[in-house]
């Protein structure tokens, strides 16, 4: 990636970040803006950055354009640990709670891969089923234990919901040094995902140990994607739109796309953010509907695009 366009990304991002501050109907006086609206964008860009990574590892590790840790029940999983976690009493600040949340991520995106590769041969379509499946599972499984909970869950649906609120100082901390050291790691086998992206026999031949290297960079977008669920709850498809639009500014190469992925998951989510707040003030919408009118369209469009390409 040249520098021109490295900077037009890091202004895309700079724009959003401004968007996100000034967004809202409460004005912009210093007060709003520095205890209400910086700690929600700078969850937002936390949160951003972790889907948009783990959606760039995911579709370079699978060599599928329709993964997603939304899409593969990653996401899922993660917030079905945290619900059972808020209910049992672990806080947020405990390693306990985010231990258990990547358990419930990696879990579920392994179920959803097992699944997929029963036929034998993993496919674009057996992977996406098989991640509907697993998410769908999953979600009418909180919303079992939800209801039954009653009072002591109602504040959890938004959380469910995907909505992006100020967290505690020290969670926001943690799960933005967990994402960034994802990425990091990442980005050093950045040739590894790139030879991974080109099939399991080439990458093979290229030195790669697939299995390895897929388990590898599974465990990084769980982790990824847990550290963003930690702190946002369920927000889908930002991963799977980000590498895609990446691309077209970054090229295919794991080497730019690893960081842009997370620059432009960043942007994307600020957006969406202040975008739920300015459709019906003072009513907020959560950034997870956002993303869900955003995404679904973008998706079908990638089934289309895709079925084509095999005709």
Known sequence: MGKSKGLLLLL???A?????LAAGPAGLSPEIILNLRLPRTLAALAVGAGLGLAGALFQGALKNPLSDPYILGTSAGATAAAVFCFLAGIERSSPVFFAAVFAGAFGATFLSYWLARLAGRLSDAALVLAGVAVSAFLSALVMLVLSAARERAFSLFNFVLGGLYAAEPGVLLFSAAVIAAAGTLAALRWRAL???????????????????????FFALACAA??????????????????????RLISGPSARTLIPASAIGGAALLACADAA????????????????ALAGAPFFMWLLWKNSRGRA
């Open 12 to 14: 895309g991002l700079g």
């Open 276 to 291: 739920g707040r300015l459709l019906f003030p003072p009513a907020e919408v959560p950034a997870g509907v956002i993303m």
């Open 16 to 20: 959003a970040c401004l968007l996100s």
């Open 225 to 246: 994607t847990s550290a963003a669920v930690a702190v946002g709850g369920t927000i889908g498809f930002v991963g799977l739109m980000t590498p895609h639009i990446i």
């Open 194 to 216: 790139d030879a991974m992206s080109l099939g399991e026999e080439k990458a093979y031949h290229l030195g790669a140990d697939p299995g390895r290297e897929r388990l590898i």
